[in-house]
DNA sequence: CAAACATGCTAAAGCGTTTAAGCATTTCTG
DNA sequence: CAGAAATGCTTAAACGCTTTAGCATGTTTG
């Protein structure tokens, strides 16, 4: 453990080549002929003294890293911290490591973050592209770097990713709180043009059309600091009195129910975009439209590992459904049983 | 963009050496006494192509990768994903990337994280150490790596750290139930001899002494699924019928409230260690001992940093303190309005 | 006006690997 | 039994950077 031990250390201790000790090293004893005693020897020998090779020389040389670049857009968001932990669990298992960042939905971060993955030269990225990465996604796949994208994606552009349906997700939603007899239901979303926001928002207006309701929809900002959005949210209930409330995400969910507490609002019956572990606790308990976490992070791992080991070809574009977990908070007869 | 420009092809470009393009990017220009015009017209050129150096080999050569890994006990915790998040500003600020890995509090996942970083040469480490790591750890001390520990610190073992009074924190909360007249004050906490988990209940003893109470202890398995922790509360709390229970984690909290919600059992005060931003969202609010997240953060840092400058000298050990935050859930007159 | 120093730059070694090319032997062929 | 082929290994270049040592000049000095 004192000194760093080398491979030329290892070749000079058992008076043989480096290249020789490289080859066995690296599972090439058989193709390049080594003599079946030298290469258990050398693994012996190598065991022994616990020699591990240098990785940053190795990449150098290879120009592989065996890492993965995962760009999130919030790793405190439960969403995404679940789907990362779960990529980084089956990338694991296949020899690959995972660096992630987030991005907070900031463009120049993002940039930053992609650069960032790229001078340490990852071999693969996995990423949630915010808004004006367009430019930076299009270089990555002109430098034809595997990449998957998920959560959405950028419109016009061919790439690899996975995403679910969100159409189908905010329509059942929507559709649900409607034949529990809500008539008034609002959507609470934000301003944003990515495509994910966009579906749920395509979704909720199919239900509306259908069910010949009429829309009340609340945007707000991102960046806007949770109080803001929790008064923004109070004066539009208080102004448009819905009977029903769908989010279209489930921090702008958790900053609704906040609003309602704090003020101590009547409850309407709510729906969540994405669950949340603690949705089950509250009082009422949370209906949420659930996204096949464990799916979405295997088909990435998947997409992006076969486009590794170059058997992917086209673009590989995956769509997955979602899931309406009915609770409480949606069912009328049971949604008013606040505070 | 189309092929990756080196060092080399900007010195052919502007007829000088290498050395000196390299001098000048490394901010030696004055030291090496280049010329101003020179250097200006270096600058410049390598901003107009946009060359970016291969930090794989300027690590190789130079030993230093400006990237600090850490270790954490689980990113989906919010305590922690929070205190990463803030790492990450902090370090990013100061030149230096983060990143990062989550151990589920396993040993040899913890350990082959660390060995892992260390393969890729970080410059730094920030742990949280699971119970068996000691060796790992002793091995990164041996080999002069810059190392700060937190939440926890092993003991007997000089390093540099930063915790908080854990003990203090939960006195405060034991000490906060008795005084609104809980007699049967319970703990819930782990099968574990981390640091953290001991002071917490030398914490709760020195208050159930001091108040002449009775302890009841209820020790779950960290690794035991949800659904039994729940089932195990829920037995203890028929048992015993606490009329206060003090949670030594948030998850063990959660896990807690989930009983009580999923079995409709009566309410007892609840304090939770570590607060959760949907603490103030339950009914009734959930109070809870609450780190300071950012001072943490910022300690742990600067700590490293100072080491990594080379300014450090002895081990710096900080210990924080904690702040109750009071809610509904310990005040004993609203804490039977339940479900 | 030679010695000493300052100025402005460069040649080449080195970081720790991988890998293309090659070189002795030995073993097989016809 | 000579030439071809197989066997088992090695030499040396390369990956893209940093850094030590040093080389021409030009400018001071005593």
Redesign the pocket.
Known sequence: MKK?I???DIAKDLG?????V??I??DKAKE????EG?TKRVLDYVQKVGYK??EL??S???GKTKIIGLVIEDISNPFFANIARLIEAKAYSRGYRIIYCSTDNQPDKAIELIQLFRDRHVDGYIVTPSEGVRDTIESLQHSQLPLVLFDRYIPGLDSNHVITDNVRGAYDATAHLAQQGCRRIAMITLYSAQTQMRDRMNGYMRAIDIYKLQPYVKKVNLHDDEQTVIDDFRAFLEDQQPDAVFFATNYLAIAGLKAIKQYNLPFPAVVSYDDHTLFKLFTPTITAVSQPIEAIASELINILLNQLDGKEKGPKQVMLPSELIIRESSLVQTSSTGS
Chains 1, 2 share one sequence.
């Open positions: 760093k080398l491979i030329s043989i080549s480096v290249t020789t490289s080859f090293l690296n390049k002929r080594i003599s030298l090779p240098n020389a190795k150098l040389r290879t």
